[in-house]
C-alpha cells in the first residue's frame, strides 16, 4: 500500500493558500493548513474536511521562530516526514511603497514575512523532507519579482511597490540558492507566479481566482523525479527571472 502524501501550505487558511491545500488534498493527500489565526486556520481544516480532505491544522507564524520550531514538531509527531512544502505566506506591506517616501518599516516587515519567513519554515522542515522519496518546495512568488519584466518597456508589472516587489526578486534569488545548494539531493525547489489574482492581499482585485492562481503551484508540487529545480513559473510556462 502506498503511503499518503503529507504537505503544508503556509497562509493556508484562506485565498491562494487554501485553493493549493484544496487541490493537494483532492488528490488525496494528507495537508497541513499553516496560519496564525487559530480561529480562521480552525474554520479552513473544518471546510476542507467536509469537502474530503484529510487536513489538520497547523499553528504556524512564519515570522516567529518557537512557532515554526513547533511547527515541525507537530509535523514529526504526526507523520514522522515532509513530502511536500509550499511557502504561500506572505504581505504586500502598507501603501504607498514609493521609494523616495517609504516608511523603512514597511520594506523591513514585507522582507520578513515574504523572504525571511520563507527561509525559516524551509530549514526547519528540511530534516522532515529528507526523509521523503520525492520531497517538492514550492515558494509562491510574483511576476513583479522578475528584474526582466521590471525592466521591460511596456511590461506589466504593477504600481510601483518598493516593499512587495523587490522582496519577491529577493524570494527568487533564495530559490535560486536552495537549488544550488541542494542540487545533489531528490529535493526540487521552485518558485511559482499564481498571475493577479483577487485576494484580500489585493482588494480583491486580481481578475484570476485563487483556484486558478494555485493550479501552478499544485503542478510544481507534483513534478515527476526528474522534473526541474530551481526555475521560476506560471500557468503558461516559465518565467523570466
Request: hydrophobic letters at 45%; proline letters at 5%.
Amino acid at each position: 500500500m502506498t503511503e499518503q502524501t503529507i504537505a503544508l501550505v503556509t497562509g493556508a487558511n484562506k485565498g491562494i493558500g487554501y485553493e493549493i491545500a484544496a487541490g493537494l488534498g483532492a488528490l488525496g493527500w494528507s495537508v497541513g493548513v499553516g496560519a496564525r489565526n487559530e480561529e480562521h486556520r480552525e474554520a479552513a481544516v473544518a471546510k476542507l474536511r467536509v469537502a474530503g480532505v484529510d487536513a489538520f491544522g497547523v499553528p504556524l507564524d512564519v515570522t516567529d521562530g518557537a512557532s515554526v520550531t513547533a511547527a515541525a514538531e507537530l509535523i514529526a509527531d504526526r507523520a514522522g516526514r515532509l513530502d511536500v512544502l509550499v511557502n504561500n505566506a506572505g504581505i504586500t506591506g502598507s501603501v504607498p511603497q514609493m521609494p523616495t517616501t517609504v516608511d523603512v518599516a514597511t520594506v523591513r516587515a514585507a522582507v520578513e514575512t515574504n523572504v525571511i519567513g520563507v527561509i525559516r519554515v524551509t530549514n526547519a522542515m528540511l530534516p522532515l523532507l529528507r526523509r521523503s522519496a520525492s520531497p517538492r518546495i514550492v515558494n509562491m512568488s510574483s511576476s513583479v519579482g522578475s528584474l526582466t519584466l521590471q525592466t521591460t518597456p511596456g511590461a506589466e508589472t504593477g504600481p510601483i511597490a518598493v516593499a512587495y516587489a523587490p522582496s519577491k526578486t529577493f524570494l527568487n534569488a533564495v530559490t535560486v540558492q536552495y537549488a544550488k545548494e541542494l542540487r545533489d539531493t531528490n529535493i526540487l525547489i521552485n518558485a511559482a507566479c499564481p498571475g493577479f489574482c483577487a485576494t484580500d492581499l489585493n482588494g480583491f482585485r486580481g481578475v484570476r481566482t485563487p483556484q486558478q492562481g494555485a493550479a501552478i503551484a499544485i503542478r510544481l508540487a507534483t513534478l515527476p523525479d526528474d522534473g526541474p529545480t530551481g526555475s521560476f513559473f506560471d500557468d503558461a510556462g516559465e518565467v523570466p527571472w
